[in-house]
C-alpha cells in the first residue's frame, strides 16, 4: 500500500513553505493596499468569496431542514445547488485555461503550486458530481411526496465534506495566486 500524497487536497493543511515564498511576502492583510491589486483580482475573491457563502448557505439549508424549519427547503437546495455547482465549474474552467498558464511562466519556484491546484480541480469534479447526486436523491423524494430525512442526511455530510475541501482548495489557491499578481502584476497586463 501506498502513502496519501500529503499534497493531496484531502490531506494537505496549507501550501508547503517552499511554495510559500511569496506569500510569505506579501501578507493578506496587505494585498489590497499594494499597487498591482486591481479589479480582476478583487473581483476573482468576490467569486470566491460567493462559493463560500453559497456552500455555508446549502449546509444551513439542510441543517434547518432536518430540524423541520425550512418549508422551502427543495426549491432552495435546487436553485442554489445548481447556481453554486454551475457557477463553480465555470470558474474552474476559466482559471485552468486562461490564468493559470499566464501565471506559470512567471515564477518557476511555484510551477508544482499550479499543478496542485489543477489536480485540486479533478478532485473537486467527482466532489461536484457526488453533491448533485445527493441532492438530486432528495429532491427525487420531495417530488415524489416521501420522507427524504435519510438523503438530507446524506447530503448534509457530502455538503459538510465538499466545505472542507473547498474552503482548503480557495484559501491555498489565493495564498499562490495572489501574491503572484502583485509580484508580478506588469507582466501580467
Same mark, same amino acid.
Given at each position: 500500500?501506498?502513502?496519501?500524497?500529503?499534497?493531496?487536497?484531502?490531506?494537505?493543511?496549507?501550501?508547503?513553505?517552499?511554495?510559500?515564498?511569496?506569500?510569505?511576502?506579501?501578507?493578506?492583510?496587505?494585498?489590497?493596499?499594494?499597487?498591482?491589486?486591481?479589479?480582476?483580482?478583487?473581483?476573482?475573491?468576490?467569486?470566491?468569496?460567493?462559493?463560500?457563502?453559497?456552500?455555508?448557505?446549502?449546509?444551513?439549508?439542510?441543517?434547518?431542514?432536518?430540524?423541520?424549519?425550512?418549508?422551502?427547503?427543495?426549491?432552495?437546495?435546487?436553485?442554489?445547488?445548481? =447556481? /453554486?455547482?454551475?457557477? #463553480? !465549474?465555470? @470558474?474552474?474552467?476559466? *482559471?485552468?485555461?486562461?490564468?493559470? +498558464?499566464?501565471?506559470?511562466?512567471?515564477?518557476?519556484?511555484?510551477?508544482?503550486?499550479?499543478?496542485?491546484?489543477?489536480?485540486?480541480?479533478?478532485?473537486?469534479?467527482?466532489?461536484?458530481?457526488?453533491?448533485?447526486?445527493?441532492?438530486?436523491?432528495?429532491?427525487?423524494?420531495?417530488?415524489?411526496?416521501?420522507?427524504?430525512?435519510?438523503?438530507?442526511?446524506?447530503?448534509?455530510?457530502?455538503?459538510? =465534506? /465538499?466545505?472542507?475541501? #473547498? !474552503?482548503? @482548495?480557495?484559501?491555498? *489557491?489565493?495564498?499562490?495566486?495572489? +501574491?503572484?499578481?502583485?509580484?508580478?502584476?506588469?507582466?501580467?497586463?
Amino acid at each position: 500500500m501506498t502513502d496519501p500524497d500529503p499534497l493531496a487536497l484531502d490531506a494537505r493543511k496549507g501550501l508547503p513553505p517552499h511554495l510559500r515564498v511569496l506569500a510569505d511576502l506579501y501578507p493578506k492583510a496587505e494585498w489590497q493596499g499594494h499597487p498591482n491589486f486591481n479589479q480582476l483580482t478583487a473581483f476573482w475573491l468576490e467569486r470566491h468569496g460567493m462559493f463560500r457563502q453559497l456552500n455555508d448557505l446549502l449546509v444551513e439549508g439542510t441543517e434547518k431542514r432536518l430540524d423541520g424549519a425550512n418549508p422551502r427547503y427543495g426549491r432552495e437546495m435546487q436553485h442554489y445547488t445548481s =447556481a /453554486f455547482l454551475n457557477q #463553480l !465549474h465555470g @470558474h474552474h474552467q476559466i *482559471e485552468d485555461h486562461h490564468y493559470f +498558464p499566464q501565471f506559470i511562466p512567471l515564477d518557476s519556484r511555484l510551477e508544482q503550486g499550479f499543478e496542485i491546484l489543477d489536480r485540486d480541480h479533478h478532485a473537486l469534479d467527482g466532489h461536484i458530481h457526488a453533491l448533485a447526486e445527493s441532492t438530486n436523491a432528495v429532491l427525487r423524494k420531495i417530488a415524489a411526496g416521501e420522507d427524504d430525512e435519510k438523503e438530507a442526511v446524506t447530503l448534509l455530510e457530502a455538503q459538510r =465534506a /465538499f466545505r472542507t475541501f #473547498l !474552503h482548503r @482548495h480557495l484559501d491555498d *489557491e489565493e495564498d499562490l495566486v495572489v +501574491p503572484v499578481i502583485l509580484e508580478y502584476g506588469a507582466a501580467l497586463e
